[in-house]
């Protein structure tokens, strides 16, 4: 990013941006060490009642929108077996039961999108809140049309999203994920040039659309060109974490202090996304975890995130994919109401983040836009396996480290358990036809090849 685009807010500007009257977000999982990504411990957070009328809210200044600061990511909906064997669904029943949930403990922000959960989402979600008062929830879709970015088909993505979504308007609606590809040519081609941008306005004037905006990975140049066009954007969705607040990987994406910042200066309303960066900061190495529990033993690394990227006044929402029990309960807890982060918590955080930043991780959110793989590769439970190694200090350099045969048993075995050997990066061919689905833009054939080398020298006992 150039520098004239660095924009830069200190820790001072932050707090002052922030505000001290602003509020935080709540915690996932913890999930340590190579266990398999199923998972669901919520370590760390404490097990007592959940509030049912302590939530933290932010208004929108452009609709009056009371909208809750935890938001429920709709991007992971649990999936089961069909009961002819035939394949996967939604499991719609627990789907039911966390949005009832998230509903009655005062969560009213639910974000879905046309390809999420392999175009399953909407309707997923849609079932779960026809059952409730349309005033009781905000429903934020999107126009997700990097495929096929003709008028015909995004028109057609639009109209259904009513169908799937069982309502007559959309509380907030998004051009999905500008920024990658060729910039602005590609921006201008998805929804310039198409005559979309126009329809959308004309559906906002007509009350069809209540919010409109976008979200962004990518070109900072199409981050500007959208704030620049002289639209009074109602959001935006952005990338905002401990890490990427000065330190986004500047081959993938863009520092959060500047997008925030940006964001303060058009009076537009963040919403946030990816405050876990993907989980990671859900499962810090040890010795972050060690800074953390110096200042609160009783708080999971999760919170922290959580915390960070809801404490500032302009974010209305901190979107969550909540796909168990215990992590939607240890969210609500941290949002019913937010503590924000006070000055020492924040200085520990950027202690954190020089640990994160040098380490060996695979800058995978585990968005699972790179799937299906043509070839079965299960690329996020691959990506997610490793980095759940690394966190727990378990990649060994060589056969003399202190934890060799532990490490070793526990990569190996936690491998086959999370990640089908057919679906292994030993399986992957280099197709390179996941490489431009993925919003962190993430070499994946060469992070696949990495991590197959690495596995099969434990397997020989070589190079160690």
């Given at each position: ?21 602003a ?28 509030p049912?009328d ?10 009056g929108?009371?909208v ?13 077996q ?22 009655a403990h ?11 959960v ?18 009781k ?5 999107k ?23 069982q ?16 910039g602005i ?9 198409n ?14 659309i ?9 070109d ?15 959001f935006?969705?952005?990338?905002l ?36 960066l ?13 800074l ?5 033993s ?10 960070y ?23 609500i ?12 918590e ?66 190996l ?26 919003p ?17 020298n ?7």
């Amino acid at each position: 990013m150039k520098k004239k685009n660095t924009a830069a807010i200190n820790r001072r500007d932050f707090f002052r941006i922030a505000g001290a009257g602003a509020v935080a977000a709540g915690a996932g999982a913890l999930m340590p060490g190579c266990k398999p990504r199923s998972a669901a411990s919520a370590e760390g957070g404490a097990v007592d009642e959940v509030p049912t009328d302590k939530m933290t809210y932010r208004v929108n200044p452009h609709t009056g929108d009371k909208v809750s600061l935890l938001g429920y990511g709709c991007m992971r909906w649990p999936l089961r077996q069909k009961a002819d064997g035939s394949g996967e669904e939604v499991d719609q029943e627990t789907v039911n039961e966390l949005v009832d949930y998230a509903i009655a403990h005062g969560v009213n922000y639910f974000d879905t999108a046309p390809v999420y959960v392999r175009g399953w989402s909407e309707t997923a979600t849609g079932i779960a809140l026809k059952r409730h008062p349309r005033d009781k929830f905000f429903i934020a879709t999107k126009m997700s049309n990097p495929g096929d970015p003709s008028p015909q088909a995004s028109l057609a993505m639009y109209h259904n999203s009513f169908k799937n979504l069982q309502v007559d308007y959309l509380d907030y609606y998004l051009m999905h994920n500008i920024g990658p590809g060729d910039g602005i040519a590609t921006f201008r081609q998805r929804f310039i040039d198409n005559g979309m941008l126009d329809f959308l306005l004309k559906e906002k004037e007509a009350g069809r659309i209540r919010n409109l905006g976008w979200s962004f990975h990518g070109d900072v140049k199409v981050f500007d060109y959208a704030l620049a066009m002289g639209i009074q954007w109602d959001f935006c969705q952005i990338q905002l974490n401990y890490q990427d607040w000065q330190h986004a990987d500047p081959k993938r994406n863009i520092n959060a202090e500047y997008l925030y910042g940006e964001l303060v200066k058009h009076n537009v309303p963040a919403v946030i996304m990816e405050p876990l960066l993907g989980g990671r900061l859900a499962r810090v190495p040890a010795q972050a975890l060690a800074l953390m529990n110096g200042i609160d033993s009783e708080s999971s690394a999760a919170k922290w995130a959580f915390r960070y990227a809801g404490t500032p006044e302009n974010v209305l929402t901190v979107l969550s994919g909540m796909v168990y029990m215990e992590h939607l309960q240890e969210n609500i807890r941290t949002y019913a109401p937010l503590a924000p982060l006070n000055g020492a918590e924040y200085e520990m955080l950027e202690q954190v983040t020089g640990i994160l930043v040098d380490s060996e991780y695979v800058q995978c959110t585990e968005c699972q836009y790179c799937m299906p793989c043509p070839y079965g590769i299960d690329i996020p439970g691959t990506f997610g396996h490793y980095n759940r190694c690394v966190s727990a200090g378990k990649i060994l350099k060589s056969a003399n480290d202190e934890n060799y045969r532990t490490a070793r048993r526990d990569f190996l075995v936690g491998y086959d358990r999370s990640v089908p050997k057919l679906r292994q990066a030993d399986h992957c061919i280099g197709c390179e036809i996941c490489r431009s689905h993925c919003p962190q833009r993430i070499n994946i054939p060469n992070e696949m090849r990495r991590i197959n080398r690495y596995a099969e020298n434990l397997k020989q006992k070589s190079m160690f």
